[in-house]
């Protein structure tokens, strides 16, 4: 069965998303698994001794050696002069991004047992010609020369009306926060379905940060001290339990984080109410600067839509809707909606062009 695929490589994790033809036509744009337990991969890369780039999700951990082999947060670094380096061989992070996606291409095509039609990949809405540019042509080089790019934030409109719960036409303001900072817009949608990127705003506060907001709190209300206290190996573990925390509080009124400390674990619960008020500092500037862009924009939106991952923190919906007084849409998986507004615009490539026979690398 043809499909229409799109990806979307986040910070932290990357998902992907398919638009399916069958005899009455295309099909919504549905999620994809490419983790082992959840839709979504680690987008964190391991580099192995032979130089193949993969997800950590799928190597596992570190292989052992004298230097660092995990690489993340590429994909802000496209366009940068200095490359990642492991040992003395340089990775551009155009390249890496580009590695990344051919993954996740390869991924989706063991589990729909033949090569997307067409791909479109979600992109920060910020990018400019060259950094498309330097994407495009590391991703000709493994194979994936008719890659469609398309901004994050029209992606991330395009996914939300798949609920149909957006109106056409519109201007929407978008707010997207990820693993590693925080990305704002305007979006027109035109009657007929086609977008505008009106104007962007970037801030760097993400998702790592509230968690970091966290473990300082946990740490306080154990009585262990501060993190200096703690062994690496024992604050990484720390940090992934409040980053599961959070992520539980999304939904739960409670969550309990386990905090090792000299004399035995002490086990913290942190309400939904606390984590808000925590967070709160760190996410009024992103509010704040949505709706600078928005008032800056000359129009009232008719909603803002949420997406990334860290989307649905308690507190931030409340704190979104207090300064721009308009309904703010979220989704229940807000971690693929980008993919999911991808996948449309690859399918919409395909309503009017021939589909190309696709290789792998």
Do not use: K
């Amino acid at each position: 069965m043809p499909y229409a695929l799109g990806v979307d490589i986040g910070s932290t994790t990357a998902s992907a998303a398919v638009c399916r033809r069958g005899e009455d036509g295309w099909s919504e744009a549905v999620a994809v698994r490419l983790g082992a337990r959840s839709a979504t991969v680690g987008s964190t890369l391991q580099i192995s001794m032979d130089g193949t780039v993969s997800p950590r999700d799928v190597t596992g951990p570190d292989e052992p050696g004298p230097s660092l082999r995990s690489i993340r947060g590429y994909v802000r670094r496209v366009g940068d002069d200095v490359p990642f380096m492991i040992g003395n061989q340089p990775y551009p992070a155009h390249g890496l991004t580009a590695a990344m996606v051919r993954w996740v291409v390869d991924r989706v095509w063991d589990v729909e047992g033949e090569p997307a039609a067409q791909v479109a990949l979600a992109c920060p809405s910020g990018w400019g010609a060259h950094r498309e540019g330097l994407l495009s042509g590391a991703l000709g080089d493994l194979g994936l020369d008719d890659v469609v790019l398309v901004a994050s934030a029209l992606a991330a409109v395009a996914g939300h009306g798949t609920a149909g719960e957006l109106p056409a036409p519109g201007v929407f303001a978008g707010y997207d926060l990820g693993g590693t900072g925080f990305t704002g817009s305007v979006v027109a949608r035109r009657t007929g379905g086609g977008m505008e990127l009106v104007d962007v705003v970037e801030h760097p506060v993400g998702g790592s940060d509230l968690d970091d907001a966290l473990v300082a709190h946990v740490l306080a209300r154990s009585g262990s001290g501060r993190a200096g206290s703690m062994s690496a190996a024992m604050m990484a573990w720390l940090r992934d339990s409040c980053a599961v925390a959070r992520e539980r509080l999304s939904v739960a009124a409670e969550a309990v984080v386990p905090v090792p400390t000299p004399t035995g674990q002490v086990d913290v619960v942190v309400t939904r109410a606390e984590l808000a008020e925590l967070v709160r500092p760190l996410l009024q500037p992103t509010v704040d600067g949505l709706a600078r862009l928005a008032r800056d924009a000359g129009t009232e939106p008719t909603a803002v839509v949420l997406a990334g991952g860290a989307s649905q923190t308690p507190g931030l919906a409340e704190l979104v809707a207090a300064r721009l007084p308009v309904p703010v849409r979220s989704d229940p998986h807000p971690d693929g909606v980008v993919a999911r507004g991808a996948a449309l615009a690859a399918r919409r490539v395909l309503t009017r062009t021939r589909p190309v026979a696709r290789e792998r690398a």
